[in-house]
C-alpha cells in the first residue's frame, strides 16, 4: 500500500481536480504542495460543480485537506474560497482542513507587482494570471516573505513588513505603480488573522503521525511539468517547481512518501498564456477541440490554447517527474474526428532533434513531426469500463502508451466524477 502523487504533464489544466477527487475516495489525507490560486481545480459531483483553487480537491470527499509550506497563500482568497465552498455544503474547519504555519502568504502588494511587471514587459510577458505568485515565491527565496507563522508575532510583523515595503515600494514606484503604506498591509494582515491562524499547525508533525498511522495520503500537485521553473518552458512558465519531488519539500515529509506518481495527460494538448507550443493548431480542428473541451481558463477564464497530443514533451515529463503511470483525460472530446494526429518528433532548423531544447529561441521554432491515425465515429463520453471504448480508441491509447513509455492506468471520459475507467489502482503499487 503506498501513497500516491499526482502531477500535470503539460501545461496544466489536464484534470488533475477530477482525477484527485475520484481518486480521494481511497486516501485519508489530500495535500497541496505547491503553487497557490493560480490553480483552477474542477470538479463535477452530480449537479455540483467546485472549483478550488488553493483547497485540496479531497476536501470535497469529506478527507482531510492539508497546505503544504511549499504553497504560497492568499489569505484572503482562501477565505473567500471557504465561504464559497461552505455555501455549497462543504465542512471546513480547523479538524478538516491543517495549514502549514511556514507557509509564506501573497499579500496585496504582490498582485500589483506581478500586473505591474506584466504590463512593462509588454510583446514579452508571460500571461501570468496576475496573482502575485512570482513575487511571493521571489520574497520567500529572498527572505523577506511573511510567513503565516509571523501572524501570532507582533514584533515580529513590524520589521518585517518595513523590510518587504522597501523593497516592494521601490520597484513599485519604479514602474509607476501605485504604492502601499504600512497601515494598509497591517489592516490587511489584522483582518485575516483571527481567521487564518486557527487553521495553522506544524503539517510536517501532523502528516509523518498520519504515516505512522498507516493513513494513505495522496498529493494534488498543480500547474505541470511544462510550467516547471527548472523544466518547463522558461521563462513562461510558473515560479514553483511542479515535479512529484517536490511533494516532500512542499509538505515536510521523506522523499520515500511521494509513493506512486500518477502524471495527468489529457488526450490532446492545452495551454493557457504565452510561451512556445509545437502542437498549438491554428485552424479549424484547434476551434473544435476548444469548444468541445470547454477549454476556458478555470482562474482568469482566458480561452486556452489547443493542439494534438505531444508525445516527446509527456514522454520527457515522465521521466523528468518520475511518473509510474498516466492518467489520460478528455478522450471524449477527440469523439468523431476523422483523423488525430500525435507529434513523434520535432523538427529545428531543418534537422531532426530527439528532445525539446531549453533556450526559448530555439522552443519556438521547433516543429512538430506528425504520425496521423484514424479516429472513431462511436462516442467515449461516459464510458466507464475499457469494453466500451471503440477500438479505434484503445489503439490510440496503446499507441501513446508506447511512446511516451508509461502505462496509461486511469481513463477519464467526462468532467463528471464516476466516468473514470480505473486499470491499475495507484494505492495498491
Ligand atoms: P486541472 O487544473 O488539471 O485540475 O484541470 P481544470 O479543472 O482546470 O480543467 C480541466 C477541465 O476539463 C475541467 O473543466 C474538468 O471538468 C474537465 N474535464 C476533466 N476530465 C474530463 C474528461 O475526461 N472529459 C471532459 N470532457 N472534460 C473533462
Ligand atoms: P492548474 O493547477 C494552467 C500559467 C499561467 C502563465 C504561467 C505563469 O489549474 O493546472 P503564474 O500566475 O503562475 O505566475 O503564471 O503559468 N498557469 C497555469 N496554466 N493551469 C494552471 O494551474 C496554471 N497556473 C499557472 O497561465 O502562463
Ligand atoms: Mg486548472
Not at 496503446?398 to 492506468?409: F, G, H, K
Amino acid at each position: 500500500m503506498s501513497n500516491v502523487t499526482v502531477i500535470g504533464t503539460q501545461w496544466g489544466d489536464e484534470g488533475k481536480g477530477k482525477i484527485v477527487d475520484w481518486l480521494a475516495s481511497r486516501a485519508d489525507i489530500v495535500v497541496r504542495f505547491q503553487g497557490g490560486h493560480n490553480a483552477g481545480h474542477t470538479l463535477v459531483v452530480g449537479d455540483q460543480v467546485y472549483k478550488l483553487s488553493l483547497l485540496p480537491s479531497g476536501l470535497v470527499r469529506g478527507k482531510i485537506g492539508v497546505i503544504g509550506n511549499g504553497v504560497v497563500v492568499d489569505p484572503k482568497a482562501l477565505m473567500t474560497e471557504i465561504d464559497r465552498v461552505t455555501a455549497q455544503g462543504l465542512v471546513v474547519t480547523p479538524e478538516t482542513l491543517w495549514i502549514a504555519e511556514n507557509a509564506p502568504l501573497i499579500l496585496p502588494v504582490h498582485g500589483a507587482l506581478d500586473r505591474a511587471r506584466e504590463a512593462a514587459r509588454g510583446e514579452h510577458k508571460i500571461g501570468t494570471t496576475g496573482r502575485g505568485i512570482g513575487p511571493a515565491y521571489e520574497d520567500k527565496v529572498a527572505r523577506r516573505a511573511i510567513r503565516i507563522c509571523d501572524l501570532a508575532e507582533p514584533e515580529t510583523l513590524n520589521w518585517k513588513l518595513d523590510e518587504l515595503l522597501l523593497h516592494h515600494n521601490t520597484l513599485l514606484a519604479g514602474l509607476g505603480a501605485e504604492t502601499f503604506t504600512k497601515g494598509q498591509l497591517k489592516d490587511f494582515l489584522t483582518e485575516i488573522t483571527p481567521r487564518l491562524l486557527p487553521f495553522s499547525c506544524q503539517v510536517w508533525d501532523r502528516l509523518d503521525e498520519a504515516r505512522r498511522a498507516g493513513r494513505r495520503i495522496l498529493f494534488e500537485g498543480a500547474q505541470a511539468v511544462m510550467l516547471d521553473v527548472d523544466h518547463g518552458t522558461y521563462p513562461y512558465v510558473t515560479s514553483s517547481n511542479t515535479v512529484a519531488a517536490v511533494a516532500a519539500s512542499g509538505s515536510g515529509v521523506s522523499p520515500s512518501s511521494v509513493g506512486f506518481v500518477l502524471g495527468i495527460a489529457k488526450a490532446y494538448t492545452t495551454r493557457v498564456g504565452e510561451g512556445p507550443f509545437p502542437t498549438e493548431l491554428h485552424d479549424q480542428t484547434g476551434r473544435t477541440l476548444g469548444e468541445r473541451g470547454h477549454e476556458f481558463g478555470t482562474v482568469t477564464g482566458r480561452p486556452r490554447r489547443c493542439g494534438w497530443f505531444d508525445a516527446v514533451l509527456i514522454r520527457r515529463a515522465v521521466r523528468v517527474g518520475g511518473v509510474s503511470g498516466i492518467a489520460l483525460t478528455k478522450l471524449d472530446v477527440l469523439d468523431g474526428l476523422d483523423e488525430i494526429s500525435i507529434c513523434v518528433g520535432y523538427e529545428l532548423d531543418g534537422k531532426k532533434i530527439e528532445t525539446f531544447p531549453s533556450a526559448p529561441g530555439a522552443q519556438a521554432r521547433v516543429k512538430p513531426v506528425y504520425e496521423t491515425m484514424p479516429g472513431w465515429k462511436e462516442t467515449t463520453a461516459g464510458a466507464r469500463s475499457w469494453a466500451e471504448l471503440p477500438a479505434q480508441a484503445i489503439k490510440y491509447v496503446r499507441r501513446i502508451e508506447e511512446l511516451i513509455e508509461a502505462p496509461v492506468t486511469l481513463l477519464s471520459t467526462s468532467p463528471e466524477r464516476d466516468d473514470t475507467i480505473l486499470m491499475r489502482d495507484p494505492f495498491e503499487d
